[in-house]
């Protein structure tokens, strides 16, 4: 059990001890001034220094008048030692007010939280153990997360570490964490965005380490395809067209919105098979969009049948030839998982270019290079959300495939997952299941979120728990009013004892009675207008943190990241 937030009885002064106490302080300070106006105005008078006589000799030796007062000179001398002893006192407030500044509010609750021992494991010699008993080849023991509020030590996450972060906007997710760690990462970087701010920050420092490739289908960042990706290099049998099939229903499913038990999952398997026969003839992903405006057309049950996918075909078959009204709704609710195919704009980043080539992203590599990809997707009408979920999963299982060849079955480059803005962007269903197991394969991922609710509108209430709970680092930068998740913080915080005093007065005699009393060490209230700059760090195995975040602008290559974000601004000349 800690003992920072635990007293066991009350041993304070009583409210009669303070008052002796003061009174013999004013009495010894009284003692200092008489001696040292007696000493040194004697000095100032005579030119002769005194003998160095014992204060209370002086103090009764002047009363008794066998020692003389040096008059006009002892005055100025009791002044002037007065002065001085004002000017120590006020440097001793200015030094606390020195030592206060940049404290928040919240500060003095950090006391009673994880110190010492009681997080040995988020320091960086355990970070560095840890990065040396896997073999991780990397500048950096891990991942910092921020520095101690007591005494400005940083926090680390391990390379086997996973993350999610739930803080409300522009709280400094991107800022403090997102951006820091994507730059700390030794290998290869995975990050989802709807905005632009990830990649002008890192494309400057990440491309001296590799390829920085951002997907931009829907021009959130106006970036000039120099690339494309073919999402069906991804189907290479049923499990995984069924995965595809997935992300899209994910990524065009309103959480809230009714679901149809029999149409969503049949227009789901609908979908499901025209990729896979698409994958296998090795057609575009927009051809399924002519399959499905077209349901006569038998090619894609032909493909199957060659390919000796025969259930699959007979399935496909049997929502050709079904009764007129049934297709239609299964169709339609196809259609609707598939409208992205229909953006051109999005389409020319997942085929092959009309004229002349550009070069095609290739999962497998990237995993075994240092690149950094950034995919973009808004939410909303003409999302293209599914697409840039599907690269996110193609990415992560390609990793995971090269992970289990290698030895120990880990990346010893770990990859780094930044699942910023997850919600919107990346509504990936199996989260909470992979959180599990992708530590141990060298696959860090972060997830961040704007609240709770958020969280639960993509995984719901079950799967957001076991997100929150598979994670072994769980971070709250503040900005959430959701009293349900503000109330399990406050109370996983815990509390701590505090001693109190009741005094009484009762027939002209006055009693002091000591009691402990306990409260919360962060009260709901404290949580839900945590300032700015402050952090609160749940981790596996450790008491919780307060932590100060650490912003990229106070890193060592804080110039090079503010250089890239001039450039992408078009500002880098003037800068
Ligand atoms: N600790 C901080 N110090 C300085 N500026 C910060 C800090 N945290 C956030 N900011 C600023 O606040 C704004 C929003 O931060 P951002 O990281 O985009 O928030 P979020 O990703 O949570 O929405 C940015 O302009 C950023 O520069
Ligand atoms: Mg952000």
Not at 122 to 150: C, F, M, N, S, Y
Not at 312 to 329: M, S, T, V
């Amino acid at each position: 059990m800690a003992t920072n937030n635990r007293r066991k009885q009350p041993n304070g002064l009583s409210d009669q001890n303070i008052l002796i106490f003061g009174g013999v302080a004013i009495a010894l300070l009284a003692l200092a001034l008489a001696w040292c106006g007696w000493w040194l105005g004697t000095l100032l008078k005579t030119h002769a220094a005194p003998p160095m006589t014992n204060p209370y000799r002086v103090a009764f030796g002047l009363a008794d008048r066998s020692l003389t007062w040096p008059g006009f000179y002892g005055w100025i001398a009791v002044g002037l030692v007065a002065v001085a002893m004002c000017g120590v006192v006020a440097a001793g407030f200015w030094f606390y007010a020195q030592r206060r500044r940049g404290r928040s509010r919240v500060d003095d609750a950090a006391k009673h939280m994880g110190v010492g021992r009681d997080i040995e494991s988020l320091r960086e010699r355990h970070a560095a153990e840890v990065a040396k008993r896997l073999g991780v080849q990397a500048d950096t023991p891990g991942i910092v997360l921020g520095r101690l509020v007591a005494s400005g030590a940083k926090v680390y996450m391990t390379w086997e570490d996973l993350l999610i972060a739930i803080a409300g906007p522009r709280t400094g997710k991107t800022t403090c964490l997102v951006i820091p760690s994507i730059l700390d990462a030794p290998g290869p970087v995975l990050a989802t965005s709807n905005k632009r701010d990830i990649i002008d920050a890192v494309r400057g420092p990440r491309s001296c380490k590799g390829t920085v490739w951002a997907f931009d289908p829907q021009q959130v960042c106006d970036e000039p395809q120099t690339w494309w990706w073919n999402p069906l290099s991804y189907v290479t049998d049923e499990t995984k067209a069924d995965k595809l099939a997935g992300y899209f229903m994910a990524a065009t499913t309103d959480p809230d919105a009714r679901k149809d038990a029999f149409f969503d999952s049949a227009g789901q398997n609908l979908v499901s098979a025209l990729l896979l026969a698409a994958a296998l003839d090795g057609l575009p992903i927009t051809r399924i969009w002519h399959w499905l405006t077209h349901p006569n057309d038998r090619r894609p049950v032909d493909i199957l049948i060659e390919h000796e996918y025969e259930q699959i075909a007979d399935g496909l078959e049997a929502d050709i030839d079904a009764p007129d009204k049934q297709r239609q709704g299964v169709y339609a609710t196809a259609m609707r998982l598939c409208r992205v195919l229909t953006n051109r704009r999005a389409m020319r980043w997942v085929n092959p270019p009309a004229e002349g080539t550009l070069p095609c992203f290739d999962a497998a590599a990237f995993v075994r290079s240092d690149d950094t990809l950034c995919s973009m997707s808004r939410e909303g009408e003409g999302s293209a959300g599914a697409l840039t979920l599907a690269l996110t999963a193609a990415v992560t299982e390609a990793a995971e495939a090269y992970a289990r060849t290698l030895p120990g079955g880990r990346l010893q480059k770990p990859m780094l997952n930044v699942l910023d803005e997850a919600a919107n962007v990346c509504r990936w269903r199996d989260l909470p299941d992979l959180y599990s197991h992708y530590g141990s394969r060298g696959i860090i991922i972060e997830t961040f979120l704007q609240s709770w609710s958020q969280g639960e509108g993509v995984w719901g209430a079950a799967g957001m728990k076991k997100l929150w709970s598979a994670a072994n680092m769980s971070l709250y930068m503040g900005g959430v009013r959701e009293e349900g998740f503000l109330r399990d913080m406050s109370g996983l915080v815990g509390e701590y004892e505090y001693r109190q005093r009741q005094v009484g007065f009762q027939q002209g005699h006055s009693s002091s009675n000591v009691s402990n009393s306990r409260d919360t060490i962060l009260s709901i209230d404290d949580l839900a207008s945590l300032p700015r700059g402050r952090e609160l760090l749940l981790s596996s195995g450790n008491r919780p943190v307060l932590l100060k975040t650490m912003p990229w602008m106070r890193r060592a290559d804080a110039d090079a990241i503010q250089a890239s974000i001039n450039d992408a601004n078009g500002t880098g000349d003037e800068a």
